[in-house]
Structure formats: C-alpha cells, structure tokens
C-alpha cells in the first residue's frame, strides 16, 4: 500500500503538470484498489489540493473570472447533491460507484472526440456540466471530464484553458472538505501517516512539465483510458 500510495501523489502532480489531470480518474481507481473506497476518496482529497495549487501558481490570473463564476456555482450545487448521498451510502456502494462512473467516463471520452458542441451555446452548457461535474467529483474525484468538455466550447487560449480549470478545480476541492468531514470519509490516521507522500507531488509537477512537450497526448490519453476501463471492471468484479 506504501508504494501504491506514494505512486498515486506522484502521478496526480504529474498529471496536473503535464496532462491537464488524465491521470486523475486512474489515480482513484488504483488507490481504491488497494483500500476501502471511502478512505481512498479521503486520502486522494489532500493530494489534490495540494496538486491544484501547484498548478494555479504556475498560471496566477490568467483564469477567466466570468467563465469560473458559471461554473462554480454549479458544481457548489452538484457538490452540496453529492455530499448528502455519499454520506447515506455504505462503502461497497461507493465502491460500485467509483467503478461505473469511471464506465461512463471512459465511453464519453471516446464520444468526445467525435461528438463537438455548439461554442455559440457555451453558456447553456456550463449549469449541467459543472453540476455534473460536482456530483462526480464528489463521489470519486472525477470533476475534470466534464468541465474540460465545457471549456473547449469556449474561446479561451491554452493558458486560459489551463488556468480557469486549475483554478475551478482548487475552489472546489476546498469546498468538499466540509462535505467530506460531514459524510465521515477521512482517516485522520491514515492521512497522519502518510504525509511523507506530499513530497512526491512537486516531484510530480517537475517531472510534468518537464516531458509535457515529449508526450503524445492522444496515444497516451487512449491508454491510459484504456487501463481506468479494467480497472473499473476488476472494482465491480472484486
């Protein structure tokens, strides 16, 4: 479980650095792989934020605040849906949870990329997507696709791309604590003890950025969508 861990904090700033969080989705199939899909959701939430923040600093002010506003008070609500299931649901359910969104989230990747949404209708996408992507952050940290479906309906440049999804996604994964705290989902021992894993994330968002430029990003993004669909089957399975 050492390795399992200190790998996921690795590859989450890894990904936020370098592949816009692909990674993200089979970072929380693996970790729930190795344990209780409850405590992996709560192990996972610190490393993200500490992930996020990494990546706003890299891209201070260049998100685009009227775009983050539409977005943000949708996913709140998408959030506020998520953390009152999540907290009545035992931890087979979530399991079984985590494991068909990461389903469906590997069909709508391939779909994306035949399927294009009107840009002239942008702003009517932005209230089901960021409440879609809240309700999925919250059960499994899995808010990225949808947001990232909305935003190339818009006309912002790469930077702007990358900055108001880094920082959508830092507000947000703030807001879950609360809602995490409420539905009893952090092991304060199980986090306590594997703080040493924080320091993999810089490593991560280094190792990022250095090869972002290195990577084929389709044929990566296939793969690794690829791997999170047998991941999901064997959570189903196990």
């Known amino acids: 479980m050492i390795a399992v861990i200190a790998l996921a904090a690795f590859l989450v700033g890894f990904s936020k650095a370098g592949l816009a969080g692909t990674l993200g989705p089979s970072v929380t199939v693996m970790v729930a792989l190795a344990m209780p899909a409850d ?21 201070w002010r260049k998100w ?49 990329r ?31 696709p949808p947001i990232f479906v909305y935003l190339m309906t818009t006309k912002l440049g790469p930077r702007s791309f990358v900055a108001t999804g880094a920082f959508l996604f830092a507000s947000t994964n703030l807001v879950k604590v609360p809602a ?23 490593v991560g968002v280094f190792v990022g950025r250095a090869l972002v430029g290195r990577i084929n990003r389709v044929w990566f993004e296939r793969l690794t969508v690829s791997f999170l669909a047998l991941g999901a089957l064997v959570l189903l399975l196990v």
Do not use: C, N, Q
Not at 75 to 95: F, H, K, N, P
Not at 136 to 144: Q, V
């Open 39 to 59: 405590d992996a959701v709560g192990l996972l939430l610190p490393i993200l934020i500490i992930a996020d923040w990494f990546t706003v600093a890299a891209h």
């Open 64 to 112: 685009d605040v009227a775009i983050y506003r539409r977005l943000l008070f949708a996913v709140l609500i998408g959030i506020a849906v998520g953390s009152l299931v999540i907290s009545s649901i035992d931890e087979e359910m979530l399991r079984r949870i985590i494991a068909v969104a990461m389903l469906v989230y590997s069909v709508l990747y391939f779909l994306s």
């Open 180 to 202: 995490y705290f409420y539905a009893d989902l952090f092991d304060a021992d199980l986090i306590t003890s594997t703080m040493w894993a924080w320091l993999l994330i810089p």
């Open 114 to 144: 035949t399927i294009k949404l009107d840009p002239a209708k942008s702003e009517l996408y932005a209230w089901p997507a960021g409440a879609i992507a809240g309700l999925a952050s919250t059960f499994a940290h899995l808010g990225g």
